[in-house]
């Protein structure tokens, strides 16, 4: 099953789509990769795919993964000082 370009864009602006936890990232197998911003990862790649790679196109996609992974590592950064991690 695939996601619609307009499912993904919804799913990537809303303000509060479904993330993985600290507490699921620390339980994790130590092989399974997980990516708190898949949202926002599918979302810039849909994005480039419906635009013919023209990344000027979905600069805000950028923006908002950047902003993902920034909120995701300070979140972690802050688990880690706290012994939470």
């Not at 809303?14 to 699921?24: C, D």
């Not at 599918?42 to 000027?56: G, I, P, V």
């Not at 979905?58 to 012994?83: L, T």
Request: charged share 40%.
């Amino acid at each position: 099953m695939t996601d619609t370009t307009d499912e993904i864009r919804k799913e990537s602006q809303e303000k509060t789509p479904r993330r993985v936890t600290l507490h699921e990232f620390q339980n994790k197998r130590s092989s399974k990769f997980m990516d708190p911003c898949a949202i926002e990862a599918k979302a810039s790649f849909k994005c480039l795919d419906d635009n013919n790679y023209d990344k000027t196109l979905c600069s805000d996609y950028f923006a908002a993964y950047r902003e993902c992974k920034q909120m995701w590592i300070a979140e972690r950064r802050k688990a880690r000082m706290n012994g939470e991690l």
